[in-house]
Structures are given as structure tokens and as C-alpha cells.
């Protein structure tokens, strides 16, 4: 079938556009996307449910909408597509097809887009590198040795890779800011409330889960957030609309804005020089646009937040377990389960009310002093890492881990694993990883990953903005000025479909 080479000159808008005036079929677009796929995949398992045929029926009468007939990929977890197997990165739910469509994929449908396919995920989206044991690692086309982040690997794996122009993402602790940072895209984390993710699934992971895409052109993602925003009925977290739209931010003359800077590790023990660097460059770049910039240290107290945030996410790997069974209507085993996710399910058990009510009162405290930290500024500057992207298998478990988290599995009720010593030492190479992103997932405000900064090896470096509750417009306006003034749109990874 007939193909449109010039694909990748465009991004989704424009290719929607293409397709309104009649210039490309949405057929076309789909061929080019199918076409890319099968050359690139294999080398990078991004995609691991095509949709072909179901979307080849689609493209033969495309939706009206900003995004008509633009080919798009569906992360593989809590997205449910109906009729379409969903496995959430686990063994556990082989088989399982959602008997209807989660809110998030009806915007993405009536918005115009195409779905073909559904990308690779971490188990349950749990650790910021793609490497499920269930569908087998995902690769990053800037350096195959390296992962492309997580949970929203696969997703920005095949954007990086020219796959599509954009892909759908959601982050519980980084998971659309840490794939963009990886792969050298943009990814904007929206406000808590702003997306809905109901009916078939409760908000999880106590509200810190936001979902939206990553996307090349900041445009994109300013328009989609526009055809994904706005509360519904039923919907238990609601918060105001914007005045006006997302989309009109990018147009909207720039305010002189003062932003701060901070080059700690923050959840870390170190910051990589890359990473270092990359935010010194970046705040030259935003005095040179005549911004204000000033350097600070974010308050953090860095053991209690990691202890706090790990029992909350513990605990709901324990409720995830549970919620699964009632679903699936059998009991949860370790073998359904890989090693990690099955102690982290077990540790989760461990923890009594009090533990949990804790951990929420901490976070609540946290937010609160980071808030009124946050009051003086209209945006913080961090590296979105505190690393470069990490190697595929770095994160894994060694084999004395193995063996920890093994024995922990035996244990009834996670014996000594929930003392708070075992938890920061389990988890330390974990948050010195993704040691900057996780404080805006507990406070709800929106943050970005900007493709800003490439070091010496032409690994891509992202710089993250984090803003004020609510207020996207101001990011977004922001992220326009900066692709203005370092343009990336035109950087391909080595390993790119053409």
C-alpha cells in the first residue's frame, strides 16, 4: 500500500492537517507507521501488541478531531482499550481484555487519533528502566546498551525512534519526565486532576499517578493536553479548568520569569556532572531570554521522603495484587510474578494502617513545606535525572538481592524488610537514578522534561521545569520560548526508521 515518505517532517499536528486537507490519507500515515515499526522494533521492542488490522480499518474513515487519522501507540498499562488484551507488563494478566474503554482512551479516539499498537512497560510501572521479564527489555535508540527509561519506555522509544510523533505516557514518580529525558523528548507531567484515569480503574498510588504523552514538538503535547483535560462524572479528584487553552499558551507573549535552580541530588547522594552542566548551560540560556534566575536548595528531608514514598507504593503493590485477583478471579502467585514485584507485594502486606497513615502524613507535611518553599517562584530548574541514562540490566537485582528478595517472599508478614534502614538501602541506586522527579508527583504540581542538553557522546540530558499547581499554561508558554531558542526538533537518534 502506498506510504508518505515525508512522514517525519512533520509532527502530529501537522500530519493531521495533511490528512484534513486531503493532501495524505490516513491510510498512508498508517502504512509509513506499520513500515517503520517492522524495520525498527525488533532492535528495540517498543511495541509489543500490534493493532494492525484494527487500525486499518480505522484509517479508512478517520475521525474528525485536532489529531485526525495521526497514527499513535497505547502504553500497556492502566490505558484499557476494549477488546484488547492488556497485561500491565505481567505475567499475571495474560489473557486479560478490558471489557471497555478506560476515559483516557475515549480522548485519545475522539481526539482523532489512530491506535495501532501498545507499547512496552515495566511490571505494573515500578521501576523507571523498561525490562519486563513478561515481553523482555526495552531499548534506547540513542545507545541500544542503554535503556530508554521507565515506565513509559516503549512509548518514547518508538517516538525517538520515528515510529510516531507522540505516544501516550503516564508517571507515578517520573514515568513521562524520565523516558523524555532518556530518549531527547518533550514530556509534560500535568497537574494531579488534570487527566481523568477512571471508570475501571481507582486513581492509583495515592493520586500520585498523572497521565498525558511524550511527544517531539512541544505543540503536541499542548494540544493533546487540551483534548484530554476536563473533569467527568464520577470523577473523585476535579480541580478548575483553565481559563483558556493549552495551545493558545505557545502563542502568548512571554512573561519575564523568575526561576529557580538547584544543582542537588535532592534523593540522591550525587548529581552527574552531565546532568550538572546541563542545568548550569540551561540557566544562561533563560538569563540570556531575560529571565531571573536564582540557585536554592529544595527542602527535603531525603531518608524520610524515600521511607515514606516507599511504603505508599508498597502498599499499593499489595493492593494491586488483590484488586488482580478479584479481576481475574484467581489467586496470585510467586511464579505469576517477577522476584522483585512479588517482595515488593509482600513488604506491602507487611505494613499495618498505622505505617500507612504515616506515610500520607508525611507526604502531607512534605507538600506543605515544599509549596510554601515553591511560593516565591514561577518554575524550579533540576536536571530531570541524576544520572544518564542508565545501562539495560542496571537496575536489575544482584544476585545477593535476588536472594534477599527471594527470602523476604517466604516471610509472613516482611519481617525485618520494614524497618527503615532495609527499605533505603533496597531502594538507594533506585532514587539515585530518578533522585529529582518524585516530589511533584506527591505535591500534584505539573512538571517537564525538555530535551535541552546532549553531552559529549551525544547522550541526551533533559532538563526538568517543575511549576506552580495548576498552572501548565505557564510551562507550556515557557517550553515554546526554549524550542524557539534550542530548537531539537530536527535531532535523530542513531537508530532511527527512515
Not at 495533511?18 to 522494533?41: C, D, P, Y
Not at 495501532?116 to 513478561?134: A, L, Q, R, V
Not at 502531607?364 to 516565591?376: H, I
Not at 541524576?386 to 536472594?403: C, D, K, N, Q, S
Request: glycine share 10%; charged share 20%; with cysteine.
Amino acid at each position: 500500500m502506498a506510504r508518505f515518505k515525508e512522514y517525519d517532517q512533520y509532527d502530529a499536528l501537522g500530519l493531521a492537517d495533511l490528512v484534513r486537507s486531503g493532501q495524505v490519507s490516513a491510510s498512508e500515515l498508517l502504512e509509513e507507521s506499520i513500515a517503520r515499526t517492522e524495520k525498527v522494533n525488533p532492535a528495540i521492542n517498543a511495541v509489543i501488541r500490534p493493532m494492525y488490522e484494527h487500525a486499518r480499518l480505522q484509517a479508512k474513515q478517520p475521525k474528525e478531531g485536532p489529531f485526525m487519522g495521526v497514527p499513535f501507540l497505547l502504553k500497556d498499562l492502566i490505558a484499557s482499550y476494549a477488546g484488547v488484551e492488556m497485561t500491565n507488563g505481567s505475567r499475571f494478566y495474560r489473557g486479560f481484555v478490558p471489557a471497555e474503554d478506560s476515559e483516557y482512551v475515549k480522548r485519545f479516539k475522539r481526539a482523532g487519533l489512530n491506535i495501532f499498537g501498545k507499547t512496552n512497560t515495566p511490571e505494573f510501572g515500578i521501576t523507571p528502566s523498561t525490562e519486563p521479564e513478561f515481553t523482555g527489555p526495552c531499548r534506547n535508540p540513542w545507545d541500544t546498551l542503554r535503556s530508554p527509561g521507565g515506565s513509559s519506555g516503549g512509548s518514547a522509544a518508538a517516538v525517538a525512534a520515528g515510529i510516531v510523533p507522540m505516544a501516550s505516557a503516564s508517571d507515578g514518580g517520573g514515568s513521562i519526565r524520565i523516558p523524555a529525558s532518556c530518549c531527547g523528548l518533550f514530556g509534560m507531567k500535568p497537574t494531579r486532576g488534570r487527566v481523568p484515569s477512571g471508570p475501571d480503574l481507582p486513581d492509583g498510588w495515592f493520586g500520585f499517578i498523572a497521565e498525558h504523552v511524550v511527544s517531539r514538538s512541544v505543540r503536541d503535547s499542548a494540544h493533546m493536553l487540551d483534548a484530554l483535560q476536563g473533569n467527568y462524572p464520577g470523577q473523585v479528584m476535579r480541580i478548575a479548568p483553565p481559563t483558556k487553552s493549552y495551545a493558545s499558551a505557545l502563542d502568548k507573549k512571554p512573561k519575564k520569569l523568575k526561576i529557580a535552580y538547584s544543582v542537588d541530588p535532592l534523593l540522591g547522594e550525587q548529581l552527574h556532572q552531565d546532568c550538572k552542566a546541563g542545568v548550569l548551560e540551561t540557566v544562561k540560556l533563560l538569563e540570556s531570554m531575560g529571565h531571573t534566575c536564582v540557585e536554592v536548595r529544595p527542602p527535603v528531608a531525603r531518608e524520610d521522603f524515600i521511607y515514606a514514598y516507599s511504603v505508599l507504593v508498597c502498599s499499593e503493590m499489595a493492593a494491586t495484587l488483590a484488586e488482580g485477583e478479584r479481576l481475574l478471579g484467581r489467586a496470585g502467585k510467586s511464579s505469576d510474578f517477577e522476584t522483585r514485584t512479588w517482595a515488593l507485594m509482600k513488604l506491602g502486606r507487611s505494613f499495618h494502617g498505622g505505617d500507612v497513615a504515616q506515610a500520607v502524613w508525611f507526604m502531607n507535611m512534605f507538600t506543605r513545606q515544599w509549596l510554601s518553599f515553591f511560593e516565591p517562584y514561577d518554575a524550579l530548574l533540576t536536571s530531570t535525572l541524576g544520572e544518564l541514562p542508565i545501562a539495560v540490566g542496571g537496575l536489575r537485582p544482584t544476585p545477593r538481592e535476588t536472594l534477599e528478595l527471594k527470602a523476604l517472599s517466604y516471610l509472613p508478614i516482611g519481617g525485618i524488610a520494614k524497618q527503615k534502614d532495609f527499605v533505603i538501602k533496597s531502594g538507594k541506586r533506585l532514587y539515585n537514578y530518578c533522585s529529582q522527579t518524585m516530589p511533584a508527583n506527591v505535591t500534584g504540581q505539573p512538571a517537564m522534561s525538555v530535551p535541552l542538553h546532549w553531552n559529549d557522546n551525544n547522550i541526551p540530558v533533559g532538563m526538568m521545569f517543575t511549576g506552580r499547581f495548576g498552572e501548565e499554561e505557564v510551562l507550556f508558554n515557557l517550553a515554546a520560548q526554549l524550542e524557539q531558542a534550542k530548537p531539537w526538533a530536527d535531532r535523530r537518534a542513531p537508530l532511527y526508521a527512515v
